[in-house]
């Protein structure tokens, strides 16, 4: 019998790590989760990323089948998705980036594959909010939202967004997030060695179903669907 695809295995590992949480009892997500948990469930994600990427065509290679660069907008081209996560692969044209967002209840790993990129990390106004659909502010109201798919809401003010720091990393970069530790903006860094742009590889723990965009330019805060541009390597409609 023939082994599996790169990228199959590191599916199977993924599944078999989050089975095994599971089965102790544990609830799969960052505010819900006991740190004893997420220890092993980080490190048995770090181990499996890290056996993909230098296993025999995997890595950049094995992600040849999302590989899909748009003019205008960075691309999220779905991998695999079960209730327990979602992996897909991000394609990042040059001078393309995210807005700064958060990832709700998820946990959020990101792993370069080719290129370079940059997070820049903010703090979050919402961190310690129980109830996501408070306000932030006596002041916060409706706003017009934006010509955007899945678009739920748009509110105003924005909140001032603090930058903590900023990174830049190549193939093989591991970054985590979660709404505990800030929101962040992804973008193609400057200095990518990649003609197309870059590809990063991420994993959210459950699947981020709704995420909040903050658009201090526009000083307001959109609530969204997230979209994908493909699924499984077929382009969406």
């Known amino acids: 019998m023939s082994s599996p695809a790169p990228i199959e295995a590191l599916v199977e590992e993924l599944k078999a790590a989050f089975a095994a949480e599971r089965k102790r009892g544990e609830a799969l997500d960052y505010v819900s989760q006991s740190g004893e948990s997420f220890q092993r469930l980080d490190a048995a994600v770090r181990g499996a990323v ?11 290679a094995a992600a040849a089948p999302y590989l899909n660069f748009n003019d ?10 079960n209730e327990d996560f979602e992996l897909m692969v991000l394609c990042w044209g040059k001078g393309q980036g995210s807005r700064v967002h958060n ?3 998820s946990h959020g790993w990101v792993t370069a594959l ?11 106004p919402r961190d ?24 739920l809401a748009a509110t105003a003010p ?55 965009l903050y658009e201090p330019e526009e000083d307001r805060v959109v609530q969204r669907v997230p979209g994908l541009y493909s699924r499984g390597g077929v382009r969406c409609q």
């Open 50 to 60: 890290d056996r993909f990427l230098v296993a025999p065509g995997g890595g950049f």
């Open 72 to 81: 205008t907008h960075y691309t999220r081209n779905l991998v695999a998705e």
């Open 103 to 105: 990832h709700a209840r």
């Open 114 to 124: 080719a290129g370079r990129v940059e997070e820049t990390r903010y703090n979050n």
């Open 128 to 151: 310690g909010l129980h109830d996501y659909s408070a306000p932030t502010s006596p002041r916060e109201g409706p706003a017009p939202p934006p010509a955007l798919p899945g678009v």
């Open 158 to 212: 924005c909140p001032e967004l603090q930058e903590l720091g900023k990174v830049v990393g190549g193939p093989g970069a591991l970054l985590y997030i979660n709404d505990g530790i800030g929101l962040h903006a992804v973008r193609c860094a400057d200095d990518t060695n990649l003609e197309e742009g870059a590809v990063t590889l991420h994993l959210y723990a459950p699947p981020v179903r709704r995420v909040f």
